[in-house]
Structures are given as C-alpha cells and as structure tokens.
C-alpha cells in the first residue's frame, strides 16, 4: 500500500481511504486494486494486459486513454541513469500520467500550485493519476525495480515539459518499505 509523505507539514499517511481523500484534495486520483496477487509480477506483458483488461477498458472510458503498454525497469535495464534522468526532474505533460503498478517500488512527487511538495511512494497494486498539467517527478526506490501499466491518451506516449524550477533538488528520492544497500558499500 502507499504511503504518502508531506515533508513540509511533518505528515505522514498510510491507510488507503486517508491517502485517497488527501491526494483527491490536490486533484490526483489514487486506487488500490487489491486483485494484484491474483496474477504473478512476472507474468508476460500481453498476460498482465489481459488480467487487467475490464480496469484498462474502464480507465481508457472515463479518461479518454486510447491505449496502454507495461513498462518494465530493473537494476540491469541497459541506460537505466539516463533513462531515471528524465523521470527525476520536475516536469508536466499534455496528458494525463496514469500508472498502475505490478511490480517494485516508486516514488511520485507532487508539486500543486501554491501547495506543498507531496511524496507517494508506491508499490504493487497502487493506481495513480496526475492530471495534464500537474508539476511533478519520479525516483525508483532502493530496489530499482518498477513494473507498471501506463496509459496514454495520445499514441506518441510520454513528452515532459520540463519547469526547470530546481525544486526537485531540495527532496531526496527515499522511500520507507524498501532499503536498499549498493554493491559497492560495507556496513
């Protein structure tokens, strides 16, 4: 289950309706789908898309999503730095970004207008949707590990804008229920 994090207010919550009502009140949607251990984290693609086909089919309804893939990052991903560069900066979109997760850790961060920055760290069986517009970024947590559904309401798929504001370096990218220890690091 997620668990959401005002750093500036010292606010933590972790019960789903709580981390729904707050989230709702700065205009991001949250779902938990508790069917997640019904359908393995290693499942093909195509066999997850299927599993969640009615939840897709539901989502590409109310939101206008014309189309939907999975997304798969691990440690071992080739470009992996590079490709965490361009999620880790604040950024919006034309479009709405909505990710359900299958597999790992993720953390969002949140930067409503004239709000405070919100972090959601996220795991399996966590939906998120932040509207077109909304200032936001993303780390991968200790594990570096994320499998998601995503869905786009344009074909092209994901296109930030970039704020360039630098209020994304001001937040470390940490998560609470998963630690992680470099290779390279004795204790």
Not at 5 to 17: C, G, M
Not at 156 to 174: E, I
Not at 178 to 187: F, G, T
Request: contains cysteine; charged residues 25%; hydrophobic residues 40%.
């Amino acid at each position: 289950m997620a668990v959401v994090d005002v750093p500036n207010k010292n606010i933590r919550f972790t019960e789903t309706v709580e981390i729904a009502e707050y989230l709702h009140g700065i205009g991001i949607d949250y779902e938990r789908w508790d069917n997640i251990g019904e359908i393995g984290p290693d499942a093909s693609d195509d066999e997850i898309l299927t599993f969640y086909s009615d939840e897709i089919e539901a989502l590409k309804a109310s939101g206008g999503y014309v189309t939907a893939d999975v997304i798969n990052i691990v440690p071992t991903t080739p470009n992996l730095d590079a490709m965490l560069d361009k999620f880790n900066k604040e950024h919006w979109h034309d479009e709405d970004e909505v990710r359900f997760i299958v597999k790992g850790h993720g953390l969002f961060h949140i930067a409503p207008e004239n709000g405070d920055v919100v972090s959601i760290e996220m795991e399996a069986g966590d939906l998120i949707r932040v509207p077109l517009g909304t200032h936001h970024w993303f780390n991968l947590c200790g594990d570096r590990t994320v499998r998601a559904i995503r869905l786009f309401q344009d074909v092209a798929g994901w296109t930030p804008n970039y704020t360039n504001s630098g209020v994304d370096a001001g937040f470390q990218p940490m998560c609470f229920g998963v630690s992680y220890i470099p290779e390279n690091v004795s204790l």
